[in-house]
């Protein structure tokens, strides 16, 4: 047999992606090849390895890494391997062994119920830690597989490869920061797992295409302009869309195709770091920024070392479009990640210290989840394979696995349950921060403990942001079910008059609505709070509801035919039964919130004003005039409802930073800020006017205000 008897092979050696074989291994190979004599069944494999080679050529493979699929995709080669001259023998076999322990857990990932035992999952994490490039090398195989799966026969073969894609492949590509890789795979996945929103969104695409095409060279034009006019060399192009991820971000805000800002895309490409805010400046200076949509990833990288300016500005037309801005560095970073410095010890010869980082901490990670149990390891792949999970530092450089939006507390009880009761204080960094912040992946975390355990009720309640994980707040509720029951009485009780109190509610009978939360006792009803098996705002809702029941306000004299009004054109905030044709407005001395139970009076000029049923002012007017008396119910979600607030405080720095801060970030806003602070007495009495859109989200602002450092006091006026 000839060299013209296995044309497959002949091609595959001769592409451009396979010149890191030398010639000597070249010849053999195809010798080797001839004399196995057994080609039955392989010519499927020439397209598929073909391409592998492709992505693995794009990410800097060496020949090892080459040599090794050529051989696990062609066993009879593999049989004669050992006579080849190899280059590093041992780490192609090294490979082999990571792409066989990798086989085995695709089979368990097929049979998820019977097959996904700890000896499966540590063998793929042992082969990962033994040598990484069996990680670009499982992707580059899966990549080309995806491209080729349209050839297979089977529906069900194809979803089965889809799904092993999506769960292990695509998260895997994003974690070492491969974007290349990581948006075809989620793509081909998307195509074959969700085939007709797949097509539709595509479709949607297209038909938008050319419009989108020539605005965005419009803009390009523009932004190029006036780059060169202050003397900045910059590259702009337009920056693909991805099927996937467009799709992902319409089910995450909820938006339909036509309301995605991003969808109109540029990226400038600039020679060094100053010239990125250089033209951030130029890009802001041209167009009207969206301030909620600016992140500076240079100064603060994703943990796979990610690194770009992003924003959003209103452009021509008035549509807002996305720009991206970076060096040329940073984008072959971008677009490659780890790959785009792959580079491996060899002879002791040790690689750049930034990339022997990241081994390292891959490799603790790794490590991390071999010592857990055989249903624990499998929880910790699943957590390793999803793009929700936190991986902070202990001091001594041990890797936690948290969930997203964890804090210092949950990192607390993910050490030690004791250590979560004793905490007091973090530093993240080596700076102190508040148990409330949100870690990021490659935090140092340092947790402050006190003597002796004393957990805070207050972290139990989810509104306030101590705990996102239920571990550890279940932990918390466990110490507090030993208590005695007085104790946990005496706490529900300050827990739910604290509520009370803020939103004006502090009279209210508690007996009303014991029989909604199955209590006996009003008793029981503040151990459920205490417990934070019930929460305050729960208490006070159905209060508010058990209120409206109770005032409902009797029925208006019978008036010519009744008929129905919004208040309003479009969406209404509420109904006034019986009238037609007058102005609604909402009363200032209650102020009433969506969701409480209100009542509308007719007045003689200004028509009729919505107060809260248990106003004293319409107390006095229903006396006076009860023919006045008008039933008022809430419509449709309107714009907005003011309420005034106040906060007692220590006079500090950055309090009132901090306080529109927080209310900025509960999309919340701020309509008028008055402060009244008494000289040399160091405290500050604040009154604040605000924009809320209901009723709950009152509640919780005003929960988060309270646990600002230094507040004393938050209350609702009226």
Known sequence: MNRASVPGLDALLNRPSASAVHEPLRAALLGQWTLAGHQGGVEAHWSVLGDTFDALALLSADESSLVAALLFDLPALRERSASLPLGNPTAVNGLLDGLDAADQVWALHAGREAGRNSEGLRRLLLAIIQDLRVVPLLLARQLARMRAADRLDDEEQ??????????????????????????????????YLEPDTYRRIAREVDETRIARERYVENVKKLL???????????????????????????????????????????????????????ALGVVHALWAPVPSEFDDYIARPKANDYRSLHTAVVGPEGRTIEVQIRTHDMHAQAELGVAAHWKYKEGGKGGEKAFDRKITWMRQLLEQAQEASASGLAGALDAELTEDRVYALSPKGEVMDLPQGATPLDFAYHVHTMVGHRCRGAKINGRIVPLTYRLRSGDRVEILTAKEADPRRDWLLPANGYLASNRSREKVRNWFHKLDRARNVQAGRELLDRELKRLGLAQADLSAVLKKFHADSVEDLYIQVALADTGPNQVSRALLEAERAANQPPAPPALPRPTARREGLGKSKFTVQGVGNLLVQLARCCQPVAGEPIVGYLTRTRGVTVHRADCPSLARLSAASPQRILPVEWGQAGSGYEVDVVVDAVDRRWLLKDITNLIAQEDAYVLDIHSDNVRNSGQAHLRLRLKVSDFDQLSALLGKMDALPGVSQVRRLG
């Open 158 to 191: 194809r979803r089965a490869l889809a799904q092993l894609t999506r769960d292990i492949h695509a998260p895997l590509a994003n974690r070492l920061g491969i974007w290349q890789l990581k948006w075809e795979l989620e793509d081909l996945a998307f195509r």
């Open 224 to 278: 190029s302009r006036d780059l060169a006019a202050n003397g900045i060399n910059a590259e702009v192009s337009g920056r693909p869309k991805h099927i996937y991820s467009i799709w992902r971000k319409m089910q995450k805000k909820r938006l339909s195709f036509d309301q995605l800002y991003d969808i109109r895309a540029v990226r400038v490409m600039v020679d060094d770091v100053g010239a990125c805010y250089a």
